[in-house]
């Protein structure tokens, strides 16, 4: 069992987003540059080393939505700016899901914006592990434009993934835009497969949003859930899908 | 314990619960096993009659002079359970129990021991509250409809109407069935035991199922799979939508699942995924015949300009792709067309178009290979058409689908030709299109 898996399952809770980056790191997806702070100063190092402006995460395995729970914000250009943004999400944490467990929170390079596309992981007891893949938005969450397959997923399976929703267009150069790189996106896809493959106790992961780009493509935020472990149900449980 | 492949191939059987009465269902599966001129002993059980039908009467199951393989049982419920206990002394192989009064009303514990007493016999039970088997191969139709036409499709189906509306559709077309069987209850033989027999079965080149849910660790995964790898299967499994997965729950009692992930693991294995009863009953007619496209290029010849965009707009929304003539092909069809037809696909030879000029367009397009499917369409009546379209198909190299409507007495007459010699052909282009777009599928 891989250890980052192994100590979220003894400590009974889901994969936080650093572990989830990390876990994609080493299956080849490149993330953003971060790292899990536990006060203002070490904020200010972090970003420091980072880079301005940076983004700032609560890290809770109580809190699945963090942007619901005032857990997140972006583009923080200054130190000041990082420092008040550090208060504030303590501030709606404390206030919005009082009963959560505080990792720490995450200092990540703000990343420009791509196409929003997810990649997801779903496994069911009878048919298998399934791939998705959509973009993000609205598109997955009202039109429902996914693409499915099941594992083992083939090159020429992830490419057709990526072919097959109707939002296609967008991802194909819209009105003169550049085309976003087809292959990487089917690139993340199978090491996604792989991710899931090689670790039985995840029961789903959820890469939402990867930016796609005319070349290469970035995981901005994952969620990873084991098999058998649950967020609590306590006042930190913000989860409303 | 004996096996599905004892009732489907009983060399006799017992219609327990039959009657004189034309209007009761023990005198229909009578008559319709003994109008389906099954070979074997037919051995009607009912106490208070002398003969049925012209067969001599019964009056147990132990009273039948010879062996018994098979026991068809339409008694009441509460009498099953002896009926089940006799057969078993009797050493019967396997019963069809269309009785109802069981797990279908919440009769559980009666039913749990007819199926402990059956097992502790080694009998299998299709049912209870079923509608029957019709085993074209054995020509055994313990069921209803009545239908004999000997055919390729093995049925098995959730609901008994659309397993036997499907017959009747084969039947209709004069392709008939290898098989159908609707399985009621379940409590012993289930799909993974049809799927399993169509798999070797040699009656049956296709396998069509019926199913509206799937019982977790029944086997019928990997039942499915593996049958894929040897014939093509066609499923029909509603409930795609939120209300229509309701329907399904208060029908079965069973969950339809996720559809999505359904279709993406039918289109993993090969395996054909029919949305509608029309599109299971065309997929299993095209999958039985030979057909069999090596690529999705299509060319439409036709007598009917609307047809013909028809077609065109179903090829279009399925992923179908409309060559272009070359110049080559033009120039050769220019030479044997008259000047109104339009030489482009749809190749359009107009509505004045008979049988000798399909001939010529077919002569001219039948050693070229820019397309892997070709779709006639007769519109209007149009003689011949079988002849000419069987003469294109010995020549060329690409699936030949036909679609023949608007033809009236010669339509009828051509269709029934093409049926008999397993040319599969299709009252609308979009019909034809879809049809040769599902056994694709089937390519990887």
């Given at each position: ?58 890290v ?10 005032g ?26 899901a009082?009963?959560?467990?505080i ?22 007891a009878?048919?298998g ?99 058998g ?13 | ?32 096993i ?10 009607p ?21 010879g ?114 069987a ?8 289930s ?70 992930l359904?279709?993406a ?34 060319l ?13 707009d ?116 979009e ?14």
């Amino acid at each position: 069992m891989h250890k980052l898996i192994e100590k979220a399952a003894g400590e009974r809770r889901n994969l936080l987003e650093h572990e989830c980056l990390a876990l994609l790191m080493e299956y080849g997806i490149a993330a953003p540059r971060h790292a899990l702070v536990k006060s203002a100063g070490e904020a200010l190092q972090a970003a420091g080393e980072i880079d301005y402006p940076v983004a700032l995460k609560i890290v809770s395995p109580d809190i699945l939505h963090k942007s619901d729970a005032g857990g997140v914000k972006v583009n923080l250009k200054t130190g000041d700016e990082l420092r008040r943004g550090f208060d504030e999400i303590l501030e709606n944490v404390g206030r919005n899901a009082p009963a959560a467990k505080i990792e720490g929170l995450l200092v990540m390079q703000n990343i420009k914006q791509g196409i929003e596309c997810i990649i997801g992981m779903t496994r069911d007891a009878q048919l298998g592990t399934a791939l998705m893949f959509g973009l993000g938005g609205i598109f997955v969450e009202v039109m429902e434009d996914v693409s499915l397959c099941l594992l083992p997923v083939s090159k020429d399976e992830a490419a057709d993934m990526v072919r097959s929703i109707k939002g296609y267009k967008l991802l194909a150069g819209y009105r003169g835009g550049e085309p976003c790189d087809m292959d990487a996106i089917a690139d993340a896809i199978l090491k996604i497969g792989a991710l899931a493959e090689n670790n039985p106790e995840i029961a789903e992961i959820d890469v939402n949003p990867l930016f796609a780009y005319p070349r290469g493509v970035m995981p901005v935020d994952a969620r990873i859930l084991l098999r058998g472990s649950q967020v609590p149900p306590t006042n930190g449980d913000l989860e409303h899908t | 314990m004996h096996s599905l492949n004892d009732i489907l191939q009983a060399k006799s059987i017992a219609v327990v619960g039959a009657s004189g009465n034309p209007e009761k269902m023990g005198h229909t599966l009578l008559n319709n096993i003994i109008k389906g001129d099954f070979g074997g002993g037919i051995y009607p059980i009912n106490p208070k009659e002398e003969s049925i039908l012209g067969k001599e009467c019964y009056k147990s199951l132990g009273d039948v002079p010879g062996s018994v393989d098979l026991a068809v049982v339409c008694v009441p419920g509460k009498l099953v359970r002896d009926v089940v206990d006799e057969a078993g002394k009797k050493a019967v192989k396997g019963l069809i129990i269309i009785s109802g009064g069981f797990k279908e009303i919440g009769n559980d514990g009666l039913e749990n021991e007819i199926v402990a007493i059956a097992k502790s016999y080694g009998m299998r039970i299709i049912g209870p509250n079923c509608q029957g088997v019709n085993y074209t191969g054995n020509k055994m139709c313990a069921t209803w409809p009545f239908v004999k036409t000997k055919g390729s499709i093995g049925v098995v189906s959730q609901s008994g109407t659309i397993g036997a509306e499907m017959e009747l559709l084969a039947e209709k077309d004069g392709i008939g069935v290898s098989c159908f069987a609707a399985l009621g209850n379940k409590s012993d033989i289930s799909e993974v035991d049809f799927v399993n027999f169509f798999a070797d079965d040699p009656h049956t080149k296709v396998i069509a199922l019926n199913i509206e849910g799937i019982r977790e660790g029944s086997g019928f995964i990997e039942a499915l799979r593996a049958a894929a790898q040897k014939k093509p299967v066609v499923i029909l499994k509603p409930g795609r939508t939120e209300k229509g997965r309701m329907a399904v729950a208060s029908h079965t009692k069973s969950i339809a699942g996720n559809d999505r992930l359904f279709g993406a693991f039918c289109r993993k294995y090969g395996i054909i995924r029919a949305l509608d009863l029309t599109e299971f009953y065309d997929f299993c007619k095209m999958a039985s015949f030979v057909a069999r496209p090596g690529g999705n290029r299509m060319l439409v010849v036709t007598s009917s300009g609307g047809a013909g965009i028809l077609a065109t707009d179903t090829a279009e929304e399925n992923n179908i792709d409309m060559i272009l003539l070359s110049d080559g092909l033009k120039s050769a069809l220019g030479k044997v067309l008259p000047p109104q037809c339009v030489l482009s696909n749809p190749l359009d030879l107009t509505g004045d178009a008979r049988a000798e000029r399909f001939a010529n367009a077919f002569e001219a397009l039948c050693k070229d290979q820019s397309f892997d499917i070709l779709l006639p369409i007769f519109g209007d009546p149009i003689p011949g058409a079988y002849e000419v379209t069987e003469t294109l198909r010995k020549k060329t190299k690409a699936a030949v689908v036909v679609s023949y409507l608007g033809g009236g007495a010669d339509q009828e007459a051509e269709v029934a030709l093409m049926n008999a010699n397993r040319m599969p052909v299709y009252p609308t282009p979009e019909r034809a299109v879809k049809s040769a777009r599902a056994v694709l599928g089937l390519l990887r």
